[in-house]
């Protein structure tokens, strides 16, 4: 039973390119959750999603991010016109139901140059 | 306002001895859950123990137990018998029922266990 999948493991982008982070979760696991830890720091909640639906994006900034669950395939976590300050490991989670602790991927380290 | 609070950025621990982390949380939500995550220096997040707002016993997990103290609002992590492989980083977390469950976390406390 493989674990959550996250892939790239890391990504380089220049200034103003684009960065799409895919999270494949656990098999039967229907809840994802998508964090961002700034280095030395903890982990800032993103988005919350369930198939084809975004439950909570109260940590989502409001330009250029946008993240995606569709029925078919992994969770993607895209942002537009990336910048240095987005320079971060990314984090996906997943739950079965929401509850009693997620499952982490690896994560995706993004480097913006 | 802060919903976890870790007071204790760095600590430091002699191998095979005891050592507590320190978590405080803030919530009004009469439900709600408790999370410890590991994160070694390799960067994964490795979930350790959890405890249920409405849990009667304390929880423990092999070498892990969560010191719980509902009416203070804490929830100390407790690791005997320190290994060399328990340095990391320590996230205490917490879920909200009324917040649609998402999980938030503290800022970590750095422990470095001495051979």
């Known amino acids: 039973n493989a674990g959550v999948m996250q892939n790239p493991r890391h990504l380089v982008r220049r200034r103003g390119q684009e960065a799409r982070l895919r999270c494949s979760p656990m098999?039967?696991?229907?809840?994802v959750y998508w964090y961002r830890q700034l280095p030395e720091e903890g982990l800032k909640f993103m988005v919350y999603?369930?198939?084809?639906?975004?439950?909570?994006e109260s940590g989502m900034p409001k330009e250029r991010f946008s993240a995606e669950f569709p029925k078919e395939g992994p969770s993607i976590l895209r942002i537009q016109q990336v910048v240095r300050g987005d320079s971060a490991a990314y984090f996906c989670?997943?739950?079965?139901?929401?509850?009693?602790?997620?499952?982490f991927g690896s994560g995706t380290r993004l480097t913006v140059v | 306002a802060q919903k976890i609070t870790q007071t204790q950025p760095g600590m430091f621990v002699q191998e095979k001895e005891a050592v507590t982390l320190d978590c405080t949380y803030d919530?009004?939500?009469?439900?709600?859950?408790l999370f410890w995550y590991k994160q070694p220096s390799s960067g994964e997040m490795i979930f350790l123990i959890y405890?249920?707002?409405?849990?009667?016993q304390n929880a423990t997990e092999g070498r892990y137990s969560l010191n719980f103290q509902k009416a203070r609002k804490s929830a100390n992590l407790v690791i005997s018998a320190s290994q060399l492989g328990d340095s990391a980083m320590y996230f205490c977390?917490?879920?909200?029922?009324?917040?649609?469950?998402?999980?938030?976390f503290g800022p970590g406390t750095s422990l470095s266990v001495i051979p």
């Open positions: 405890q249920g707002s409405y849990d009667q």
């Open positions: 919530t009004s939500d009469p439900s709600y859950g």
């Open positions: 977390a917490m879920r909200e029922e009324t917040s649609y469950d998402k999980v938030i």
């Open positions: 999603l369930q198939k084809e639906n975004i439950i909570d």
């Open positions: 098999k039967g696991h229907s809840h």
């Open positions: 989670a997943s739950s079965p139901d929401g509850r009693y602790g997620y499952t």
